[in-house]
């Protein structure tokens, strides 16, 4: 079974800092990708960040301030946030991708239960 748990989620000033972890389990003998994406309530899940290999991506609203790291061996993605704003307030989620592997747990989506974040003012 394939679990993904988000962790480091707190409440900070504007221009502090956060570090989020992510860690994917259940995924022996896959090909997978990890992504962070977030939501406000009655809002949509957006997009934040993703890692694909040496390669980033960022949303437009948080590029600069945050940085996506992953550790393949621990299936750990990271992302660490700085120079908060307000509108960074909202649950951060870690979404796995699975593309191919030994079994059919290997392709699929997986969504951990998120990890809230309140930026004030």
């Known amino acids: 079974q394939v679990h993904v748990v988000e962790s480091g989620g707190g409440s900070v000033q504007a221009g502090g800092s956060l570090r989020l972890t992510c860690i994917a389990s259940?995924?022996?003998?896959?090909?997978?990708?990890m992504a962070w994406y977030r939501q406000v309530e009655g809002k949509e899940r957006e997009f934040v960040s993703t890692i694909r290999g040496r390669f980033t991506s960022y949303a437009d609203s948080v590029k600069g301030r945050f940085t996506v790291s992953r550790d393949n061996a621990e299936n750990t993605l990271y992302l660490q946030m700085n120079a908060m704003k307000p509108e960074d307030t909202a649950m951060y989620y870690c979404?796995?991708?699975?593309?191919?592997?030994?079994?059919?747990?290997?392709?699929?989506?997986?969504w951990g239960q998120g990890t809230q974040v309140t930026v004030s003012s």
């Open positions: 979404k796995v991708e699975g593309q191919s592997g030994t079994s059919s747990r290997c392709v699929g989506d997986y």
């Open positions: 259940g995924l022996t003998g896959c090909t997978f990708e």
